[in-house]
């Protein structure tokens, strides 16, 4: 498989499980002591390291270090505003929409080598 494909897929499951460790405590243990919710998402945040590790290592092979961030930015803003108005039940918001505009003015800055 493709390595910068393979970096994206297990960079896309790393973040589903980063984002769960950040946010869901914030409704689903909004009444345990923050240290429980802590240990929690510390166990949670292990899951996103297992897949964020070997992503990083596979895209390294063929991507800058700032390339790989910028491509985890994106698929962070990907799985957080699905995840903000799904489970956390927040309101969408235009500025997910300005936000997500200035990281594929980032994207732009990190791939142009590669595109120009």
């Known amino acids: 498989m493709n390595p910068i494909l393979t ?22 243990l909004n009444t345990a002591p923050w240290f429980i ?33 910028i491509i985890q930015e994106i698929i962070t803003l ?3 505003v699905p995840f903000a108005f799904f489970y956390l039940k927040e309101p969408l918001k235009l500025d997910y929409l300005w936000a997500g505009l200035c990281m594929l003015g980032a994207v732009y800055f990190m791939f142009r080598d590669k595109i120009t």
Do not use: C, D
């Open 7 to 28: 970096s994206i897929v297990l960079l896309i499951m790393s973040n589903v499980f980063m984002t769960f460790a950040w946010y869901a405590h914030l409704k689903e």
């Open 37 to 69: 919710a802590a240990i929690i998402s510390w166990l949670v945040a292990f899951l996103e390291y297992m897949f964020q590790v070997p992503a990083n290592r596979i895209g390294y092979t063929v991507l800058s270090i700032g390339q790989l961030k």
């Open 78 to 80: 990907s799985v957080f």
